[in-house]
């Protein structure tokens, strides 16, 4: 949205900024103005977005640096195929160029338009072009985000970005906080046909309003009424002030939810939930479960069109092509570096204690076993003469090693692998909407996918993708376990969670009855690999 008080930054074409030649305006918002641009090594498309501090009065310039501040510091973070990419950030240092001087930008991955862009093209009462993966693919991002404590804030159509292969991606973190225990807090700002009604009656303390994950879950009720229906607001009135005084008269109870009629019968109830009128409510909905109910609403369709972006590999790999896939895994694993030019950020593992509460293996990654030659072994590392591909083992040793907690070891994995597919990366039970390696169902693998072999796409059907992320995802069962208190047979639970989900296991505090014959099998496999 272009602020009529103030005047885009004029950043003239040509001008080199951040190891980017820019090429033209993309547009401005209320904090800042966003360029197109190509990058100086390669001539790679980027966006770069300019924060400025000129022409603010003081309190705004504090306002602004925090925004700018989180902007920056969640950007860095942002590792995951539902936000949009940061590459780098800088501060100009532009003493001859008073606009510019001091301006902080940020270089990211450029999109082709906004979410927002594409409902103002559709027509009302109609969704717009996929839609239901549009949906599965934000809620991927934001359960992502949720996962790791933070809250977006501003989850809206213009803060949307559709990537040129169609893929959506949140963006503009300003306004994103992390959680403390059941709230963050962030300066009173917002959109308003996107906050939720009790937003208006909260009183920002001195360090802001508090923002609560179902905030976001609200939002996504909102964004998803308007993506099915041709971008028609669920609350009705002409301006962003009637329409959030009409959502606060139906939390009051004085007015009744009314869905337009062309949002799908099947959408309705996930919205009318998302939409809950009380926080409490609402809160009871978290963004895991959002995403669980809104990948089985979408449906397989969704499902199909998320594949389509990444074609399966139908022709089983050559040793040789695997290999390469490989070694490239293993050098990103060994040290990845962040966009921003730091180290990778760490697994969610990695924030995490290592209890060492040990579990069935009771591997701690020191002391050794003896392999068959005789020679000593790490605990828990896959034995020469098993039947585990050569060409996999050094991508799952560094999946595993990448785990802080003792679990989770190179068998484990392996033992895990073997269960799911037997090694085959081309694997496919399209029945239960289950592929590859490690079997991933697409929308939980966009929540959880990383690039394993490092070849700039997050794909299911890529061995080293699939491992890395089954590693990365263990990894967070087995700290979300412990975080709940449970400690005997930790492998188990951690196999169980990963063909059920984190709540089903950690809810029943054992192994569900259903998947025991998966997760005996499992077990089998791991005891033939530490012997
Ligand atoms: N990485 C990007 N690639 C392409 N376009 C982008 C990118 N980031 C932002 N834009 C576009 O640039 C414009 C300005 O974005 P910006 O985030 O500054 O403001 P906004 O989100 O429109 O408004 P506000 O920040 O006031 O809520 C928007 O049209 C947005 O879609």
Not at 53 to 78: K, N, Y
Not at 108 to 114: C, G, I, Q
Not at 323 to 336: C, D, R, S, W
């Amino acid at each position: 949205m272009n602020d009529p008080g103030r005047p885009p930054l004029d950043v003239p074409a040509g001008r080199l900024v951040a190891g980017t030649r820019i090429t033209g305006l993309i547009g401005s918002g209320s904090w800042g103005s966003v360029y197109a641009a190509e990058e100086l090594a390669d001539g790679a498309p980027v966006a770069v977005k300019f924060l400025r501090p000129d022409q603010l009065t003081p309190g705004q310039r504090r306002t602004m640096a925090e925004l700018v501040e989180r902007e920056v510091r969640f950007s860095r973070q942002a590792d995951h195929p539902g936000l949009v990419r940061t590459l780098r950030t800088a501060t100009l240092d532009e003493p001859d160029d008073p606009p510019l001087d001091g301006a902080v930008v940020l270089v990211m991955e450029r999109a082709e338009r906004s979410l927002q862009d594409l409902l103002a093209a559709t027509a009302p009462h109609t969704p717009v072009p996929e839609a239901e993966r549009l949906l599965t693919e934000i809620c991927a991002g934001l359960a992502h985000m949720h996962r790791h404590g933070w809250v977006h804030g501003d989850l809206k159509g213009a803060n949307i970005l559709l990537m040129p292969g169609g893929a959506a991606r949140l963006a503009d973190f300003g306004l994103t906080a992390e959680l403390e225990g059941t709230h963050a807090y962030v300066p009173p700002l917002g959109s308003p046909d996107h906050v939720p009604p009790e937003w208006w009656s909260q009183r920002a303390g001195s360090r802001g309003v508090p923002l609560r994950p179902g905030a976001d879950v609200w939002a996504f009720g909102v964004l998803a009424h308007q993506v099915l229906s041709g971008g028609l607001h669920p609350f009705p009135g002409a301006t962003a002030r009637a329409r959030s005084l009409a959502a606060q008269s139906y939390a009051r109870g004085a007015s009744p939810l009314r869905l337009d009629q062309s949002v799908p019968e099947r959408w309705r109830g996930l919205i009318t939930a998302c939409l809950a009128a009380d926080p409490a409510e609402r809160g009871r909905l978290d963004a895991a479960e959002l995403l669980r109910r809104v990948s089985l609403t979408a449906g397989p369709e969704a499902g199909c069109e998320v594949r389509r972006r990444r074609p399966r590999r139908t022709v089983p790999l050559v040793a040789g092509a695997l290999a390469l896939a490989l070694a490239a895994g293993a050098a990103a694993l060994a040290g990845t570096l962040l966009p921003g030019g730091g180290e990778s950020p760490p697994p969610p593992a990695a924030t995490a204690t290592s209890g060492g509460q040990g579990g069935q293996s009771g591997q701690s990654g020191q002391g050794g076993q003896s392999d068959q030659s005789g020679q000593t072994r790490p605990a828990g590392a896959i034995p020469e003469g098993s039947d585990v591909p050569v060409a996999l083992r050094e991508v799952i040793t560094g999946t595993a090693r990448r785990c802080p907690e003792p679990e989770v070891t190179p068998a484990l994995l392996a033992a895990m692998l073997k269960a799911e597919s037997g090694f085959d990366a081309a694997a496919a039970r399209p029945q239960s909407d289950e592929y590859g390696i490690a079997m991933w169902t697409p929308a939980v693998f966009n929540a959880w996918a990383q690039d394993g072999d490092n070849d700039g796409d997050r794909d299911y059907m890529s061995a080293p993708d699939a491992i890395v992320s089954m590693g990365n995802y263990v990894c967070w069962l087995d700290q979300q376990f412990k975080h709940r208190g449970l400690s005997a047979g930790l492998p188990a639970l951690v196999v169980a969670g990963y063909r059920t989900s984190d709540k089903t296991v950690a809810d029943a505090g054992r192994v569900p009855d259903r998947v025991r014959p998966h997760v005996d099998q499992v077990m089998k496999y791991l005891a033939e690999y530490t012997g």
